[in-house]
């Protein structure tokens, strides 16, 4: 699954902590905002397992319960970090566009929902929501114009019709097939006449009988509430999204950011991930920087600006549909079931799975994906203490198959 943020990363995807300790523990107290991992077993942001047992839940700004929270689906909240696992305390979740689909593009793989363009890659979750509850996987071949759709994501940079990249999209039956709810920024706002556009603009929102909560500004993100007829949306509720981009938290924290790359600016060593400026001037880079692609940045938080110690471009088998990803420190290695935990998590393996060593000695290796193990050379030594990203398949909320192991 793919983290913007994951963390996905990655709204963008972010983690960012500042530390305090106790005599028998380590805990992180943390901000977190990206895309979120795993499947209904287990729901994992950045390598770190989410535990939403306590979490004061939202969806879309109205009160939900944490069973609302589903891979694929962009986060933001805080909480506290223990062993590699992060206890929410707050946790907002949200979908960008809610409503029928206006197109579906097989060969351009996206889709256009009530005016907002999704592009689908091979790392989007598509689903049929099922009245008992339940889920069954669908491809963007299953779906159809006029289906009723709901599509989590991210935006993509500098996208003229400000398109997303979908990271999933739910089909589901609705009552009321001409309400919409979206989040995008305003186009063509008119004041006077109280009307805006946004995405393709094929669609006018008038909002004059609308309750609007904060200030509507050209190119300001806003989540609206309505009902569509013809080319004419009667909006309910309008909100403006303010104070997105910088975290409330204090200068000096680290920060983990997972996003898409925007305003790559290589002369400067600086490019801008989810309204956050990263300086990567200092960085190790693992990889070639460009414009739309996924990065992951380790640094610290000054102001709006990441100041980068580590960039890593992800590479396209970093992430498969379904996956989780966990990061942190090999226990109980059991070289004869082949088997060890990482967090509390039990991590199994199967003939396919795939180990690499990133990293000798604190160096990273050559290469974007290090240097490849075998079966026998990775079980054939004690790894116990050793840094570890796993990322596999989860069985339960304490177990996960593992498609790739990267020893660090």
Known sequence: MRKIGVFLCAGGLLALAGCST????????????GVVGGNASMLTLNGQVLDLSSAKVTLNGEDATAAAVKAGMEISGSGLEEGGKVKVRDLEARYRAQGQA????????????????????????????????????????????????????????????????ATRLERESSDDPNRVELMVPIRKLNPTAQTFTYGLQTYTVDYSKATVRGTL??????????????????????????????PDVPDGTRIELRGLV??????AQTFQVEGLS????????IGTLADGIEVEVKGALSGTTVKAIRVKVTTQDDEEPGNAELEGTIANFNATAKTFTVNGVTVSVNDQTVYQQEKVGGQSLAGENGKPLTAQEFWGSDRTGQMVEVKGVPSSSTALLARKIGLK
Do not use: H, M
């Open 22 to 33: 106790s005599p028998q523990t380590q805990s992180t107290a943390l901000a977190v905002s």
């Open 102 to 165: 206006d197109q579906v593009d097989l060969a351009g793989k996206f889709v256009v929902v009530a005016g907002l363009k999704a592009f689908v890659t091979d790392k989007t979750l598509i689903f049929q929501e099922n009245a008992d509850g339940t889920e069954t996987p669908l491809t963007l071949a299953d779906l159809a114009a006029g289906d009723y759709l709901k599509v989590a994501g991210i935006p993509r940079p500098q996208d003229p019709d400000d398109a997303i990249v």
């Open 217 to 246: 500004v050209e190119g300001a993100v806003v989540r609206f509430r309505g009902s569509k007829s013809g080319t004419i949306i009667t909006a309910l509720r309008v909100r403006a999204i303010e104070g997105n981009a910088k």
């Open 262 to 267: 925007g305003n790559l600016n290589p002369a």
């Open 278 to 285: 990263v300086d990567y001037s200092a960085a190790t880079v």
